[in-house]
């Protein structure tokens, strides 16, 4: 062979040996990546309202740069997160809205996950009209004369029905039960996320235009517009045992944290971070807002409020 | 997106023998027969409005459904002492281990460094260098334009996640399919086993089979790659077994006599001859793979359609758009990279190139050279393992929000009554009909209207169709989803046949206009839903703009290539005959391109059939919604696995029903 025909392999080989010889490894170590650190990996599950974000990256943010861990946002839905702790692609669910038959199934049978404790809110989640429908219809905020009202709640998806907005078709809801089970004259239709609940009530608001939704507290949106909540029949322990038979309101939640086994056992550093994170409705509306109305990246609201409160801080990561 | 490619022999053997109908002449003309049955079911519609139309509550789960449902969680909960699942998880484990070693190489940091093993420079280097290699100069500057872009717009990261989730999928498809299509081409069994399983693959919306690929294979890199393949692998296996099946017989039979055996006739004759049809496989794969690559973020597959899916979560379009952008020139790149491999390939080999060998070689040691200093630099220095910045992503971003916002705050009273007075008008109508009549009124009226466009073949497929809808009990959603794929599809052709036949007769206007439906194709659906979204708020009409938005570059492209192929001979003589404009197009053109208007309909109808479903993640209802709600929620899977069957149930009914319409048509004209 003419030394002509060897250019060609040569040339493409030594690329490839530059490129893929890990021998040659990089020697790039800035200060951020503390060394000696005993954390490991930490896989944060981010589910898509805002409030969560707030808890994952104030928990995130402090794992990366105080602990030294690796931290991973893992962007996926509230039940698909739990699918995630068995395999090690979720370690953590920083905001578990109750999920009773999650926790059986997870916890108690596959015994892939753990409860971490409470974030220190409890969460609240019910119907709401914006406020100036409370000033001209007072009554409107018991459920009892919803049906009076239905016609005002007519869209062109409704079915001649009154709309009932509700989000993300992830989120926690026994609407289509409590509709059914209340003799209600609605149907209910999903706006699809957080972000198209916010925007239908802020309209409704501006232009005076009847919309009844799903809502839940912590949210900073409710510091903008205060939404008026509907009373639905009281809740009572165990009258939501049966999803199809729903016909009361819903139960206060204590968020709390979830954990896989796997995660516990591994990292001590992480997990202890975890443990001890809780704080209060209005940090994490303070963060959700830096995101939301304040256009901040998820990092830099986290940081700015990280920065602003050491004490709080301090006292997770003693 | 340029999937759902079709045999191009779909509508082989025009002189096949025709239907019974055609045959004795039909003594009604077919639009009286097809508009009579339409009277005689409005009317049936309204005398019995309401009744039995199978309509179930929005969260129940009845009967089949819980079956399904059931079984499913078997799977999560049985014991990984299972064959099945042991195996899926293992596949799982290899393909999470190549993945995160390509991450780790190109995407994310190699701790402790804050950057890859290679970083930003030496990536770009290296694709610059290999692009040189297989597709000549020209390519590699444009190669390397585009990686500086992803840097600069801000996305870096997240494309080179989009590029090994699409390569690593593209790769396991072609090592799977080329065999297959190999079968296929030469065993009419295979072809027969493999053509209707190829049709499903093709109709499933995506959607739908996230749900249980993720309880098989568990969520991330994984999972994503086995669903892109899934959808990818149809086009590649289709047209290389077309591509071995049309292959100059004088020439398999010159070397078949002379002596060679089966493996060198396949190695040696049949793989080379047919390579530039593979090519134009494996390239329709890659546009395929990463369309898909980007639906996968839902069940967090790595890439640039994690930050599309965020911004749909936060309804910021203009933080959508830049992603956005940067998929299209990821398929730009891709598709033009591919297409000019196989050019360039065939020039080197004809000595048609322009660098003589000497100056070739000059090149390659420069060029070599030039990129193992910037990987050696990128692994050693941070100015090189740094992705370039700049605020150019941002800015973009900002303006597209800005502008975006300015429309809902000025027009939304315009656009909502637009929405709605359109959905009063036609969708409300078309549904009260189709979903609002007695479950047997409606099936007997889709099949009445089977059997007079497409014939009995068009009708069996039609009654097994709707038998399985009816049998998973999703009949009314199945109904009012229909509504809407009808709708769109039909605004899918009213543009196809508009801006079709002006692209078809105008040079100019087909160059201004065929870019901007290439990138209309390669954008991943959701981007459409954003801005669609914002204006309209969710409904269906929202959904169904998403869905003609996605849908019509396709069909417009296949209008305008039919009217072009309209032979110029024929138009020349009309035109000499003294015919106007407008008479030669609805006389000659159009007429003659007839094949060309079914193809895009069917087309048309399947893209619409996919977007959909996605339109059910904004309140469009029906089956999409079943769909997403059954993937997200834990005690309504049955539900959403039926739900996805019946869609591709409802695709499979219209796909046969326009395939043989259009069957009759070309044996009618012939």
Known sequence: ?318 | MTTLTREPEAAENPSESPPPEARSGPRIPRIWLAAGVIVVWVILSIVFHGKKTLEIGGADQVGVQNWIGDRANDLVVADSGNFFLRLTSGIADVLDAIIQWFQLLISTPAFPSPYPEIGFLGVLAVAWFFTALVAGWRMSIFTAVCFALFSLLGFYEDSMDLLIVTLVSVGLSVLVGLPLAVLMAHSWRARAVFTPVLDVMQTLPSFAYLLPLMLLFGIGAPAAVICTVIYSLPPVMRISSHGLRNLSESALEATDSMGQTGWQRLTKVELPMAKRTIIVGINQTTMAALSMATIAAFINGPGLGQPVVRALNALRVGDAFVPGICIVLMAIMLDRVTTAASEHGEKLRRGQARDTAARRNLFLLLGAAVTIVCVYMSRHYVFAAKPWESSLGDKLSEAVQTGIDWISDNWSGATSSVSDGFTAAIINKLEYVLAGSPWFVTALGILAIALIVGGWRAGVATVICLAGIRYLELWNNAMITLTSVLVAALFVMILAAVIGVWMGRSQGADRAIRPLLDAGQTMPPFVYLIPVLALFGPTRFTAIVAAVAYAAPAAIKIVADGIKAVSSATVEAAESAGALTIQIITKVQVPMARSAFAVATNQGLLYVLAMVVIGGLVGAGALGYDVVAGFKQLDTRGRGLAAGFSIVLLGVMLDRITTYAARRGESRSS
């Open chain 1, 1 to 318: 062979m003419k030394l002509q025909n060897w250019i060609a392999p040569i040339a493409v080989g030594g690329v490839l040996l530059a490129a893929l010889l890990p021998g040659v490894g990089s020697n790039i170590n800035e200060a951020s990546a503390s060394t000696g650190s005993k954390c490991g990996e930490l896989n944060i599950a981010v589910n898509n309202w805002v409030g969560y974000e707030a808890d994952a990256f104030v928990v995130g943010e402090l794992a990366k740069k105080r602990l030294g861990c690796i931290v991973n946002y893992v962007y996926v839905d509230e039940q698909i997160s739990w699918q995630g702790f068995a395999s090690g692609q979720v370690d953590v669910v920083l905001e578990n809205w109750g999920h009773p038959e999650l926790i059986d199934l997870y916890v108690k049978k596959l015994k892939v996950a753990q409860d971490a404790g409470s974030i220190g809110i409890t969460g609240v989640i019910g119907w709401y009209v914006p406020p100036w429908m409370k000033k001209k219809y007072p009554d409107i905020t018991n459920w009892k004369n919803l049906n009076k009202y239905s016609d005002l709640f007519k869209t062109s998806e409704s079915g001649g029905k009154g709309q009932l907005l509700d989000g993300d078709p992830g989120f926690v809801t026994n609407d289509e039960a409590l509709v059914k089970n209340l003799d209600l004259n609605y149907k209910v239709v999903f706006a699809g996320s957080e972000a198209a609940l916010i925007q239908a009530f802020r309209s409704g608001e501006k232009n005076k235009k009847p919309v009844l939704g799903y809502f839940y507290s912590p949210q900073w949106f409710l510091a903008e517009v205060p939404l008026v909540k509907v009373d639905l029949p009281p809740y009572k322990e165990g009258c939501d045992a049966d999803p199809a038979k729903v016909d009361c309101d819903y139960p206060p939640y204590p968020l709390h944290k979830i954990v896989s086994n796997q995660f516990v056992d591994s990292d001590t550093t992480g997990y202890k971070l975890v443990k001890n994170f809780k704080w209060s409705d209005k940090d994490q509306n303070l963060v959700a807002k830096y995101i939301t109305s304040d256009g901040m990246t998820p990092e830099d609201a986290a940081q700015k409020w990280i920065d602003d409160n050491p004490d709080k801080v301090d006292a997770w990561l003693k």
